[in-house]
């Protein structure tokens, strides 16, 4: 099946400083790249996405980069706050059938004062 | 997101008992997913369904069970032959068009 490795499994900054959270696959046939963000104790919530026909992405302090050659693809925050402290998870949807999505095993993230 | 509601918040299961998790949406949404999350692994798929009456076993199926008699609900049963239930049980929805899968507040399963 699919896999995907995210990395670092913890990442501390300092308010105003950037974070970049990394995820590589292995399916080359991987097509959709979703980024989750996960408060302690509550859902996950999709936060930016990206599909393999393009390169990056962007959504005001977020944006997602895909490196299709070399099978990775990559959260950036700039401007971190103390609210985006919480675990970001990257996953990759595969060519198999359905909908089926892999998730990377999570970032905590902490925005330090 | 918000219209997708799952039940009980918290749920206890004693030694060889059965329990059923409740997942139903609003959203119209042709397919629903069941993920585990435990610390530091991720969210894990247990099962999926794409259309009524019809579901697929994800990564982690063994020992749970679930059925999709409607288009707005599927329930997951955690068997009993599942020896390592706790953890946090989420529900996903999406459309058959668009991949974005949107998730439910979750139950936390425990074991007494």
């Known amino acids: 099946g699919e896999n995907v490795e995210q990395h670092p499994s913890t990442l501390s900054v300092q308010e105003g400083d950037s974070a970049v959270i990394k995820c590589t696959y292995s399916?080359?046939?991987?097509?959709?790249f979703p980024w989750y963000k996960q408060e302690l104790g509550k859902r996950p919530q999709l936060i930016i996405d990206?599909?393999?026909?393009?390169g990056e992405k962007k959504d005001q302090r977020i944006a997602v980069t895909l490196n299709k050659t070399a099978k990775h693809f990559s959260l950036h925050i700039t401007e971190t706050q103390p609210e985006d402290s919480a675990v970001y998870f990257c996953?990759?949807?595969?060519?198999?059938?359905?909908?089926?999505?892999?998730f990377g095993t999570g970032t905590q993230l902490k925005v330090e004062l | 997101d918000g219209g997708i509601t799952q039940s009980p918040k918290y749920l206890f299961r004693k030694e060889g008992q059965n329990v059923t998790l409740s997942c139903e949406q609003n959203?119209?949404?042709?397919?629903m997913y069941w993920y585990r999350q435990d610390p530091g692994q991720g969210l894990r798929l247990i099962y999926y369904?794409?259309?009524?009456?019809?579901?697929q076993k994800g990564d982690i199926a063994e020992g749970y069970s679930v059925s999709r008699e409607k288009k707005e609900s599927f329930p997951l049963t955690v068997t009993s032959a599942q020896k390592n239930p706790t953890a946090f049980y989420l529900c996903?929805?999406?459309?058959?068009?668009?991949?974005?899968?949107?998730f439910g507040p979750g139950t936390r399963l425990l074991v007494l």
């Open positions: 996953a990759i949807r595969g060519a198999g059938g359905g909908n089926k999505l892999t």
């Open positions: 959203l119209n949404h042709d397919a």
């Open positions: 399916d080359s046939a991987s097509n959709y």
């Open positions: 996903a929805s999406s459309t058959q068009s668009k991949e974005t899968q949107y």
């Open positions: 369904s794409q259309i009524v009456n019809d579901f």
């Open positions: 990206i599909r393999s026909n393009v």
